[in-house]
């Protein structure tokens, strides 16, 4: 158990309404950038694993891993998709890196992907309602604009956030945004139109919301010593962790805090043997901008409370102590379900590769990414390191 | 060369406000500014389009001076003929006056069922098979309650007498772009549309209005400098806005046909309505460029020009300001009698 597992490729496709593309066209896509990327055969890929939450509700078409080695011409391989709402994306990552560790696979490759705007609106807020508990919240018409909105509100009540701290964080990820070739709303967007926004749940507005995307990113995982032979600038997993908490918010004892957050963080610094001093840049899972804001404090580049605070005062945007999604975030890059945890991956890895033209962080030595699911009922850690 | 010699239109004359309906339904009162409608058209409880139509023919026939026994062709476009089988094109035929050597059919694509009446009249008039054609485009558009569409579905139309003596505008040249793309829809025995949501803005109404517009800039090698005004197809109020955006018009050259914000979307009639009122106020010499949009989906681009002989017939019959400026509040319990939504009702 002591090999070390590294990233030797990455690819992402175009995330947004993908009006002219199937599932199969964006999955063939990702997966044959990040092939490109690594320069790895074919024939040297062990197995695939995929990160999806609902093709078929979203497309009709589910048993996603034979699909892709069938797509991908991979062969009899095995391949096969694993399911955690929106970190999805990230527990793909995570069963790749345990596989590759164990010695089980030596190559693998790990694709998320998700395609949303083939169904109606009603149709896509149902299906994503499930991840919620259906029985208590979503059957009772709570979904997770709605159950955000509550964590919102008593993130006001208990540490006096302010509706204009939700929205910076919507500005700085559509700022980053506008350098990310790949992100759904390449645009920067003024503070006073998101604070125009229509609400969705009071008190969040459509911009305080991740869109509906479709999109899929790829990564070509391996040993290290398989990694060395393709590429000068391997990326190391240095650390991959996963908690739970409940899955409906109103069995928590707060709702301003996500405990699954707190414990797979800290856990993957203890495990990389790292402080979040050391973290250079920051994927977080801003589904909703409240989000961002409380996994701030989890994480503990900001103090219980006062995470609005510290984006006001610049700590987060790319040139601050701790750069958070330099990619745009599901706000600005996107937010197809099962892509996302995979996409923030690929994000670290341009980061800490030096390829993430107009919105490098300079001098990035490792990376944090937080994909979480529901209302954090599932969080997935990822550190990456050069 | 072929042209409008006469064209007449007709607006109900109730309105309700979109902030009513937002307050029935609890949605945000500025749904006006958000969508660029403030107000939408309402037909009257006996009004459908076979009435609408005759309306529009007769202010038609009055301002181009026409005898409607010369009209050789009667189109009526439309998505909501009160007969899903037997033509409302017959009706108004007779009720304007025209002989029974006439051909005659109802259109229907979606929106712009009315412009493609034009084309074909064109194509008539240029053969020579006809003397005289009439095109209309006319609704009285259905809305689900509560759905989006309800902000903005409307009625109204616009009747066009194409012809190639003296025309008050000239018709010089049209182009369409037409493609399979389901973005809003309407089964038979179903009371209202369905729609694609999102889908209906960028594959749909952009792609379409967009590709319609370059293909006939291109065709007539001219510029958007070349037109004083444009008119597109409007759905709201922010789309023709934001295509005149896309393609770098200038917002004052769109201004003027901007009916949509005090009347609704006319659907069939709206491409055309906006036509109706640079019409009713543009110099001899000035360049129309109107394109419509018919869900489904295509477009019919035009480049039309005013000619002189329009000082002739202004003053005849009432201008589209007059009709927009005639109007009754409604609340929305009287607007759902009148549309019949009230299913006790029957």
């Known amino acids: 158990m002591t090999r070390r597992v590294a990233i030797a490729g990455v690819g992402i496709s175009k995330f947004g309404e993908l009006w002219e593309q199937s599932i199969r066209d964006i999955t063939l896509e990702a997966g044959m950038l990040c092939i490109f990327d690594s320069g790895i055969r074919g024939g040297d890929i062990d197995a695939i694993c995929i990160g999806n939450m609902s093709a078929g509700r979203f497309t009709g078409q589910e048993h996603l891993g034979a699909l892709a080695a069938d797509m991908g011409g991979l062969g009899n391989i095995p391949s096969y998709s694993v399911e955690a709402a929106c970190a999805s994306g990230g527990a793909a990552v995570r069963q790749a890196y345990m596989a590759i560790r164990s010695g089980e696979h030596d190559a693998m490759m790990v694709l998320g992907m998700e395609k949303m705007s083939d169904v109606t609106q009603t149709e896509a807020m149902n299906t994503m309602s499930v991840a919620s508990d259906w029985e208590w919240e979503g059957l009772g018409g709570a979904t997770f604009p709605a159950l955000y909105a509550l964590m919102a509100r008593r993130h006001m009540y208990e540490y006096g956030t302010t509706e204009e701290q939700l929205s910076l964080v919507t500005v700085k990820n559509h700022a980053n945004a506008a350098h990310n070739p790949y992100a759904q709303f390449q645009r920067p967007v003024p503070l006073e139109v998101v604070m125009r926004s229509g609400f969705i749940a009071d008190p969040i507005r459509v911009l305080h919301s991740s869109p509906v995307s479709d999109g899929a990113a790829g990564l070509v995982m391996c040993s290290e010593e398989k990694a060395r032979e393709l590429t000068d600038t391997p990326i190391f997993i240095e650390a991959s962790t996963q908690a739970s908490d409940t899955?409906?918010?109103?069995d928590r004892k707060s709702i301003t805090r996500m405990d699954s957050v707190i414990i797979s963080s800290r856990e993957a610094l203890k495990r990389a043997g790292l402080e979040m001093d050391d973290i250079g840049v920051i994927e977080l899972h801003d589904s909703f901008t409240i989000s961002e804001i409380i996994q701030m404090e989890d994480i503990g580049i900001a103090k219980k409370g006062e995470g609005g605070k510290v984006v006001e005062e610049g700590v987060t945007q790319i040139g601050g102590k701790f750069p958070v999604n330099t990619s745009g975030g599901l706000k600005a890059r996107g937010h197809p379900i099962g892509a996302t945890g995979v996409a923030q991956i690929v994000e670290l890895v341009y980061q800490l590769r030096g390829e993430a033209a107009g919105r490098q962080v300079e001098g990035a030595e490792r990376g944090m990414a937080v994909n979480i699911g529901g209302t954090g009922a599932t969080s997935i850690v990822h550190i990456l390191g050069r | 060369m072929v042209g409008i010699v006469g064209y007449g239109v007709y607006v109900p004359r109730?309105?309700?406000?979109?902030?009513?309906?937002?307050?029935?339904?609890?949605?945000?009162?500025?749904?006006?500014?958000?969508?660029?409608?403030?107000?939408?058209?309402v037909p009257g409880p006996d009004e459908d389009v076979a009435t609408i139509s005759v309306e529009a023919a007769r202010n038609a026939i009055k301002y181009g001076k026409v005898d409607a026994t010369k009209i050789g062709a009667v189109y009526v476009g439309s998505e909501s003929h009160p007969y899903a089988v037997k033509p409302t094109g017959t009706i108004v035929a007779e009720a304007i006056g025209c002989t029974a050597d006439i051909t005659c059919a109802d259109y229907e694509f979606a929106c712009k069922a009315?412009?493609?009446?034009?084309?074909?009249c064109m194509g008539l008039v240029k053969s020579g098979m006809v003397e005289l054609g009439l095109a209309i485009g006319s609704d009285t558009a259905q809305g689900r309650p509560?759905?989006?569409?309800?902000?903005s579905a409307a009625a109204g139309g616009v009747a066009i007498i194409v012809g190639d003596k003296k025309p008050v505008a000239t018709i010089e040249d049209t182009v369409s772009y037409t493609t399979d793309t389901p973005d809003f829809w309407r089964r038979e025995g179903e009371d209202f549309p369905s729609h694609g949501a999102r889908f209906t803005g960028e594959p749909a109404y952009f792609r379409h209005v967009g590709e319609g517009a370059k293909s006939l800039l291109r065709k007539t090698n001219t510029t958007v400098d070349d037109y004083d005004y444009f008119v597109f197809h409007m759905p709201n109020g922010k789309f023709p806005l934001s295509m005149g955006g896309q393609l770098r018009i200038p917002p004052e050259k769109l201004e003027d046909g901007l009916v949509v914000r005090s009347i609704g979307n006319t659907y069939s009639a709206s491409a055309m309505m906006g036509l109706a009122r640079i019409l009713d106020i543009a110099e001899p010499g000035s360049k129309i460029f109107m394109v419509s949009y018919g869900s489904g989906a295509g477009s019919d681009a035009f480049v039309i020009k005013v000619e002189k002989e329009i000082e002739k017939h202004r003053g005849e019959v009432p201008t589209v300001d007059d009709y927009i400026e005639r109007k009754t509040y409604v609340d929305y319990s009287v607007y759902a009698k009148y549309r019949r939504k009230i299913v006790a009702l029957g």
């Open chain 1, 247 to 250: 899955l409906a918010l109103h």
């Open chain 2, 14 to 41: 109730y309105r309700i406000k979109t902030a009513d309906i937002a307050n029935v339904w609890g949605a945000d009162p500025n749904i006006g500014k958000a969508l660029g409608v403030f107000e939408k058209s």
């Open chain 2, 114 to 120: 009315g412009t493609a009446a034009i084309q074909t």
């Open chain 2, 146 to 151: 509560g759905d989006a569409l309800e902000y």
